[in-house]
């Protein structure tokens, strides 16, 4: 017998109208053309919020991801590049540490920043496709998906795309219901503004490109001066950064040659499987959930009849006034082609395909089963998917210090996680300041290693990689040698031979360290790591 059978039959009936008043209120205000941007915004707002503070608490016991903390140290200095990707990830990093504190929890407000506003555009993106009601059920899905959570911490040109590939979708979108000079431009402008966060992003252009040439209305869209306004427009914004990407001989393309190029099908074959996998396990989190949440079947109907009404209440046939469906073709076709090109072009040309990369090529996924035609959407299931989210949300901030805990227990001899690189960062600007009364300049050092040292000295030195071809260009060789620097190894690390040979090249007079580093959590000890440091003066 359930609790509810004690209760006074006015007091369950109470129950029952308030939560029906609030589906119908939520209901209305995500129907309503007014009132439902501001119900989108505010639940991203929410989102944003809520989630910052999970991840802080979360990553309480580690340290920013090294990606976090390269994005930081790019936005120092505003260029045209970075060496390893283009410059629009390293911009806004530095824009938004010109406004919040190098702070780990400023890291995860970035992260939930970005994604939270990528789900403001695809509100507006399914505001083309679909009604209203059912745009703001993709919102919350999408916002359950795990790369909008729990594996959103980390700001980098990958997260970014959440961002600047749905105005890429909008845009087109947009221009291919509008067909005008101006929507052309817009969607030229969105197209370099994805191109200057990473190149990956040339999967979705072509892909929308080939959106354009599948459709069936897809001569009104060619006829029209839209799709030709958009090509000139991207080239023209994009001539600053090739100019420079040919000044510095292509070096991010060295990069991806360098890094992610195999010369094994087989290889290739077990990761592109892998890349599959991962990503419909993660789109399987949204997916069962709202279809939790269209589990609604009427009190009504006869215990006989309901377990058929599961699954056949929320499907029927006829035309749909909800679903825009030549929108959804461009929807269709766009997200399917995402799905299939990477992997099989990956398999094709043998190169390294890294699961990360499939982060922002299916936001899609949501919107284009919503879209469905036959999918009906019951007014109930909005409230359902909208209390799933909050209730998810607020017993993962319950549990997220008992959480932190556990998984330092679990892992604390981990040195990529629990490192104490942020002592490490404070007791080196410590030394360097005992010893010559200025700032610390520069740091040498393994990528990894020196990223985090970059973020949390309050110096904030120019990172330098000797033997890096595609180093960021924050700072030369010879300005290392001639400013100072300290230079950070971790002796577990193969590649100190190397890095001691530059030492004894470049500055065989530095003074030599050992310090060690060992974070404490709750009474958890991280690991214990000796780092070989060389301090070098400035020239004199």
Not at 165 to 171: I, K, R, T, Y
Not at 190 to 200: D, I
Not at 230 to 253: E, K
Not at 269 to 274: E, F, I, W
Request: glycine share 6%.
């Amino acid at each position: 017998m359930s609790t509810a059978s004690f209760l006074p039959a006015a007091a369950r009936a109470k129950r029952r109208l308030s939560f029906r008043r609030l589906a119908a209120w939520l209901g209305a205000r995500a129907s309503d053309p007014k009132a439902s941007l501001w119900l989108v915004i505010g639940f991203a707002i929410a989102h944003a919020v809520l989630w910052t503070r999970i991840l802080t608490n979360l990553k309480a016991a580690q340290d920013v991801h090294m990606d976090v903390a390269e994005a930081f140290a790019w936005g120092q200095k505003f260029q045209l590049g970075y060496g390893k990707h283009p410059p629009l990830s390293g911009w806004i990093a530095g824009l938004w540490f010109r406004i919040f504190p190098v702070a780990d929890w400023a890291t995860y407000a970035l992260a939930m920043a970005v994604v939270s506003s990528g789900l403001v555009i695809t509100w507006l993106i399914a505001c083309r496709v679909v009604d209203r009601r059912r745009a703001f059920f993709v919102v919350v899905m999408l916002a359950l998906y795990p790369i909008f959570n729990f594996k959103g911490f980390k700001y980098n040109p990958d997260l970014l795309q959440l961002l600047t590939l749905p105005l890429v979708v909008l845009a087109y979108l947009n221009a291919f219901e509008k067909r005008s000079v101006t929507s052309g431009l817009w969607l030229g402008l969105a197209g370099a503004l994805a191109l200057m966060t990473k190149y990956w992003v040339l999967t979705m252009i072509g892909a929308v490109g080939l959106a354009a040439l599948i459709h069936p209305a897809r001569w009104q869209l060619l006829r029209s001066p839209a799709p030709w306004v958009a090509i000139a427009t991207l080239v023209v914004v994009l001539i600053p950064h090739l100019t420079w990407l040919r000044s510095v001989d292509f070096v991010p393309l060295t990069y991806a040659g360098d890094t992610y190029a195999l010369s094994s099908r087989i290889q290739t074959l077990q990761l592109g499987l892998g890349y599959i996998g991962h990503n419909i396990a993660r789109l399987a989190v949204p997916v069962a959930l709202a279809a939790l949440a269209l589990l609604v079947v009427p009190r009504w109907a006869p215990l006989s009849q309901r377990p058929w009404l599961l699954l056949t209440r929320n499907w029927s046939r006829g035309a749909h006034a909800e679903v825009d469906r030549a929108q959804a073709l461009n929807v269709w076709i766009i997200q399917a082609v995402v799905a299939i090109g990477p992997p099989v072009g990956a398999l094709i040309f043998e190169i390294y395909i890294k699961t990360d990369w499939g982060i922002s090529l299916f936001f899609l996924v949501p919107l284009a089963l919503v879209a469905i035609p036959a999918l009906r959407l019951p007014r109930r299931a909005l409230f359902n998917i909208t209390a799933i989210w909050l209730v998810a949300t607020l017993a993962t901030l319950a549990a997220s210090p008992w959480i932190a805990e556990q998984e330092m227990a679990a892992n604390k001899d981990s040195v990529a996680i629990y490192g104490a690189r942020s002592e490490l960062a404070r007791e080196l600007t410590e030394a360097w300041h005992a010893r010559f009364g200025s700032r610390w300049p520069a740091v040498a050092g393994t990528t990894e290693t020196i990223e985090p040292l970059v973020f949390y000295s309050p110096d904030h030195p120019a990172p330098f990689t000797p033997g890096e071809i595609w180093t960021a260009g924050l700072i030369s060789a010879e300005d290392v040698k001639r400013l100072g620097f300290i230079g950070v190894f971790d002796p577990a690390d193969g590649r100190l031979g190397e890095f001691e040979t530059w030492i004894a090249q470049n500055a065989p007079n530095a003074e030599r360290l050992i310090m060690t580093t060992r974070r404490f959590f709750h009474g958890h000890p991280g690991p214990a790591i000796s780092w070989k440091i060389y301090i070098s003066p400035r020239a004199k």
